[in-house]
């Protein structure tokens, strides 16, 4: 399976809990997108990465949330000290290039629930 | 104003049927447009994009207006599966990578 693979699928986290998110972007694909749906709503952009660099990150709160993309190993979404309002449904998406038009291709996104 | 518009619906249409969505965005200098399809809050995917001239896939049409900042998707002889959420994408601008996503419009198509 080429696609954009994350995981977990589903997350439970307590309050004050670490949630990491983990994202493999489509192969050939060096660029990732982070999304965050929360429930009856859109989609909301967070960051965007490339290898070892943040491009865009000014959808992502300025506390607790940070996101990397290292040379080696999947892209990490993390949030320190999760409350309840971070639960929401987390998209990964990915595309091959820089160039415009150049669509991007979604994994099966995190669930993420906070007790 | 919100800076990708849709209706959110729901349609209703029966099967068959001939529907058709529109999309408003605000940034006049955004360059790249989709139509993605999600199912039950499951992972958007690629319906289309969407080019100047217009284009055309199978039963599914899509227009786009930059003089009015809209686009369109018209589907044509509605099947069951055709039922989702359909959202529109604008990227966020010249030079910028981010996508904007619209809150979607829905769409159910009765037997």
């Known amino acids: 399976n080429a696609g954009v693979m994350q995981n977990p699928r589903h997350l439970v986290r307590r309050r004050g809990q670490e949630a990491r998110l983990r994202c493999s972007p489509m192969?050939?694909?060096?660029?990732v997108y982070w999304y965050r749906q929360l429930p009856e709503e859109g989609l909301k952009f967070m960051v965007y990465?490339?290898?070892?660099?943040?491009?865009?990150e000014s959808g992502m709160p300025k506390e607790r949330f940070s996101a990397e993309f290292p040379k080696e190993g999947p892209s990490i979404l993390r949030i320190q000290q999760v409350v309840r309002g971070d639960s929401a449904a987390y998209f990964c998406?990915?595309?091959?290039?820089?160039?415009?038009?150049?669509?991007?291709?979604f994994g099966d996104g995190t669930r993420l629930s906070i007790l | 104003r919100k800076e990708v518009e849709q209706d959110p619906g729901p349609f209703n249409v029966p099967e068959g049927a001939t529907v058709a969505f529109n999309c408003t965005y605000s940034?006049?200098?955004?360059?790249?447009f989709f139509w993605y399809r999600q199912d039950c809050r499951k992972e958007p995917k690629l319906l289309m994009s969407?080019?100047?001239s217009g284009n055309e896939d199978g039963r599914f049409t899509a227009q786009l207006n930059r003089a009015s900042q809209y686009i369109s998707l018209l589907i044509r002889d509605s099947k069951l599966s055709d039922s989702a959420t359909y959202l529109c994408?604008?990227?966020?601008?010249?030079?910028?990578?981010?996508?904007?996503f619209g809150t979607g419009t829905r769409l159910k198509v009765l037997a």
């Open positions: 940034n006049s200098a955004s360059q790249s």
């Open positions: 998406a990915s595309s091959p290039g820089q160039g415009f038009g150049q669509p991007q291709h």
């Open positions: 969407v080019y100047s």
């Open positions: 994408v604008v990227n966020g601008g010249s030079g910028t990578y981010k996508y904007i």
């Open positions: 192969k050939g694909h060096s660029h």
């Open positions: 990465l490339q290898k070892e660099n943040i491009i865009d």
